[in-house]
């Protein structure tokens, strides 16, 4: 019932930007939480962000003035807005929520930053 469907993701240059979608169903969307994880090889995966269901955000350190976290409750979308990209932004990028019935996690999308 509950899916969560990543789009956004490629290939850029360092410096440059790209937006992540994260298209939800399945449950009442504007009454949870949303956030980004990624995961890059040979590492844990790890929060990037965090949207409350009162659009408040938190952000990992790390992308911290260069990641925007939104959501657009009438869409049922979260979207992550990625600035500035580095090469250690290199990840697979997956949407999560946790509701009533359990954590879920959408297919991930792939983002690599270099030249």
């Known amino acids: 019932q509950v899916q969560l469907v990543e789009s956004g993701g490629g290939l850029v240059q360092p410096g440059g930007s790209l937006r992540l979608s994260c298209a939800a169903s399945g449950f009442t969307f504007s009454a949870y939480a949303m956030s980004w994880y990624r995961q890059a090889p040979g590492k844990e995966r790890e929060l990037v962000a965090r949207?409350?269901?009162?659009?408040?955000?938190k952000y990992a350190d790390s992308v911290k003035g260069r990641f925007t976290i939104s959501r657009d409750n009438a869409k049922n979308t979260v979207y992550l807005q990625m600035n500035s990209l580095k090469p250690e932004d290199t990840a697979v990028y997956y949407c999560n929520t946790r509701v009533v019935s359990g954590d879920y996690w959408g297919q991930g999308t792939q983002v690599t930053v270099s030249s």
């Open positions: 949207i409350s269901s009162v659009y408040s955000t």
